[in-house]
């Protein structure tokens, strides 16, 4: 049973730039998650999507956006990228609001330079 | 604000010994708790969740204590052992929303 699937897994860009991360969530998860990780830090919350609809935001700017298709995969955009935006982003599948705990991918290390 | 501190400090422990780490929250009155593993360059993986009318939960060498009046969670496995070593991540859901607050982790390291 595949868990949950992230791509790319390594990204350099350039500041200014935009990027999209994909995910693929685990088999019969109807909920993703997508989290920043800073080095050193833990994981903080972006934002949620369930039935295509941002359900849940945490404190980021409207550089990142993110969508849900019908078959429960996800995008996470991010415009006009800043040197601050280096990061390990993680994606998180879960049933309905993870009460049964969230499954995560490996994550993208995304890198601007 | 609402925070999450787990220890900051490395914990060091030999083979064979229990490994306690403590997760507080301030601000919170959490709907349930998780608990995550994380190994260097991966994603968090799931190890426990306790809700808040629970006082312990247990897995296997894991168990996990949640004092909502303290707001302390305690979080042991016992007989470690060095394939234990990893980053170990509290998180809280303070009202069922599905947004998970991390804090920022404890390294444990398991000597032979």
């Known amino acids: 049973d595949a868990g949950v699937t992230q791509s790319p897994t390594h990204l350099i860009k350039t500041r200014g730039q935009q990027v999209t991360l994909r995910c693929s969530p685990k088999?019969?998860?109807?909920?993703v998650s997508w989290y920043q990780q800073a080095l050193g830090q833990g994981p903080q919350f972006i934002f949620q999507y369930y039935e295509e609809e941002e359900r849940q935001r945490g404190n980021f700017p409207d550089r990142f956006s993110g969508h849900q298709y019908p078959n429960y995969s996800s995008e996470l955009n991010v415009n006009a990228l800043l040197l601050g935006d280096s990061a390990l982003y993680l994606c998180?599948?879960?049933?309905?609001?993870?009460?049964?705990?969230?499954?995560f991918g490996s994550g993208t290390r995304l890198t601007v330079v | 604000s609402q925070k999450i501190e787990q220890n900051s400090e490395a914990l060091n422990i030999q083979e064979g010994k229990t490994a306690t780490l403590t997760c507080n929250y301030t601000n919170y009155s959490p709907a349930y708790l998780q608990w995550y593993r994380q190994d260097p360059g991966r994603g968090p993986v799931f190890l426990l969740l306790i809700r808040e009318n629970e006082k312990e939960k247990r897995k296997e060498r894991l168990k996990v204590t949640f004092d909502t009046t303290l707001k302390q969670s305690l979080f042991h496995i016992t007989a470690s052992q060095p394939a234990d070593s990893a980053t170990y991540l509290c998180a809280l859901d303070r009202g069922n929303t599905g947004k998970l607050i991390f804090g920022q982790g404890t390294t444990l390291q398991v000597k032979p």
């Open positions: 088999s019969g998860h109807d909920t």
């Open positions: 998180a599948s879960s049933y309905d609001r993870g009460f049964y705990g969230y499954t």
